[in-house]
């Protein structure tokens, strides 16, 4: 009987969650002169998360291995993207392609101008909001977050409006949630097996 409560509450944790992983775009096509998606705002699908501009913007985002911060992180790509000077409200958004929550851990970050602020808001999905504005003292160097925001269902980040900022972010750490009828599913299946386990 043990073994099998054991069981079960194992089976619940899976169909709840994942281990948490760190997205790094280092295996991202490189495009430093244009734009990471062309002639569109979606900047790409990168482990699970769709990275776009909500505004629209067919220009702004890049996955970028020469003008990115030179100190403080061991990566060679990161994801930027130009704040309003490009146009539109200069907003980069994350959620789960296809749908879903998850939590976001942390996440290194940078500003091409010294001094300015990225502000992050995070969207849950009970209708709450976490948010947060990160300064960077030194432009173009990283500095690293610790957030763990959780049941979001959206991201954003926003430079701070200047005569021309570039956001950039790197080593997002998150922990997708499975959507809940994937989440029934391997429960029922779970109940299935218990239920197999007892007539045996």
Not at 125 to 135: E, K, Y
Not at 144 to 161: D, G, H, I, K, S
Not at 174 to 192: E, M
């Amino acid at each position: 009987m043990r073994s099998i409560a054991l069981l079960v509450v194992c089976l619940w944790s899976a169909s709840l969650g994942a281990a948490p992983i760190t997205i790094d775009f280092e295996d991202q096509t490189v495009s430093v002169d244009g734009p990471f998606a062309v002639d569109g705002p979606e900047y790409g699908i990168v482990d699970g998360f769709r990275f776009y501009r909500p505004d629209g913007l067919n220009q702004g985002g890049w996955i970028d291995p020469a003008n990115i911060p030179m100190t403080g992180n061991n990566s060679s790509v990161a994801l930027d993207w130009c704040d309003r000077t490009c146009g539109g409200d200069g907003t980069l958004a994350m959620e789960i392609s296809g749908g879903g929550t998850f939590d976001l851990v942390g996440l290194d970050y940078s500003l091409y101008q010294s001094g300015s602020t990225m502000d992050i808001i995070g969207y849950a999905a009970n209708g709450g909001i976490f948010n947060t504005s990160l300064v960077v003292p030194i432009g173009r160097q990283w500095q690293t977050t610790v957030l763990n925001w959780t049941n979001l269902y959206r991201v954003e980040f926003e430079p701070e409006n200047q005569v021309f900022n570039i956001g950039f972010i790197d080593n997002v750490v998150v922990s997708s949630v499975v959507p809940i009828p994937a989440a029934v599913y391997l429960f029922a299946s779970g109940l299935g097996l218990l239920g197999w386990l007892r007539h045996k």
